[in-house]
């Protein structure tokens, strides 16, 4: 069992950054590959980005690709994603999660969600 804590987020104008953070509990971390996941008001859940158990592999939605960046410290249990060059678009509720599997790309890889945090972007 793994449970998830996301925070970081706010409000911020067009242009501005943002770095959320995902604590996670419990000693096996490192055997999770993390997502983070959107959804705006009326749409379906969106992958944004992920990265793999070690670290040594990324992955990110063409949407977010050059501004947004992932990344993990196994010793804190917390993985991060630092939002940088935001838009109006990338409003939504930011959701981590946690996958046994390897297609990280993929909601349904997932058994493990935090609760959300939201990220309101100005213009």
């Known amino acids: 069992q793994v449970q998830l804590v996301e925070s970081g987020g706010g409000l911020v104008q067009a242009g501005g950054s943002l770095r959320l953070s995902c604590a996670a509990s419990?000693?096996?971390?490192?055997?999770?590959?993390m997502g983070w996941f959107r959804q705006a008001p009326g749409t379906q859940r969106e992958f944004v980005a992920a990265i793999t158990r070690d670290g040594g592999s990324t992955y990110y939605a063409d949407s977010v690709k050059g501004r947004f960046s992932i990344s993990r410290d196994n010793a804190k249990n917390t993985v991060y994603l630092q939002m940088n060059s935001l838009k109006p678009e990338d409003t939504a509720v930011y959701y981590c999660?946690?996958?046994?599997?390897?297609?990280?790309?993929?909601?349904?890889?997932?058994?493990?969600w935090g609760q959300g945090t939201q990220v309101t972007v100005s213009s």
């Open positions: 419990g000693r096996t971390f490192s055997r999770y590959g």
């Open positions: 999660a946690a996958s046994g599997f390897s297609a990280l790309t993929y909601e349904g890889a997932y058994a493990y």
